[in-house]
C-alpha cells in the first residue's frame, strides 16, 4: 500500500483534511506523539502512531505523504455515488462464516439469491 493510500485511511474522517494533514505532518515529525493533539484534528491516535513508525521520521516522505493523502480523501469526497454498492470480500477457501440468511453472508458465500 502506498503511503498516501495510509494517510488518506487517516484523513478520511477528518472535517478539514487540508488542515488535518498539516498537523499530522507536524505530529509524525514529532519526537513522540501527542495522542491529544491527534484527536483535536480528528485522527485517531494509534492509526497516527503506524503512520510515525511506518514513515520512520523522513520529513520529505512524510511532507508528500501528507499532502497526497489529503488530495485523496478530497477526490474521494468529489465522487458523486448515484447508485448503492455492495461490500464485496474475498476470503480465503474453507473460511467459516455464520449460518445465516444475512444477504451479506450469502453473497459472501457466492451464492447470489434474490
Known amino acids: 500500500m502506498e503511503d498516501a493510500e495510509l494517510v488518506g485511511g487517516v ?66 469526497r468529489s465522487t458523486v455515488v448515484t447508485e448503492p454498492w455492495d461490500l464485496v470480500a474475498s476470503l480465503p477457501g474453507g473460511t467459516a462464516l455464520a449460518d445465516s440468511r444475512d444477504r451479506r453472508n450469502t453473497l459472501l458465500r457466492g451464492q447470489i439469491t434474490t
Open 11 to 76: 484523513l478520511v474522517s477528518a472535517v478539514d483534511p487540508m488542515a488535518s494533514a498539516q498537523e499530522l505532518a507536524r505530529l509524525l515529525a514529532a519526537s513522540g506523539i501527542d495522542r491529544s493533539a491527534a484527536t483535536r484534528a480528528g485522527l485517531h491516535p494509534q492509526l497516527v502512531e503506524v503512520l510515525r513508525a511506518r514513515l520512520s521520521g523522513d520529513g520529505p516522505r512524510i511532507e508528500s505523504a501528507c499532502r497526497e493523502g489529503a488530495a485523496w480523501v478530497l477526490g474521494r
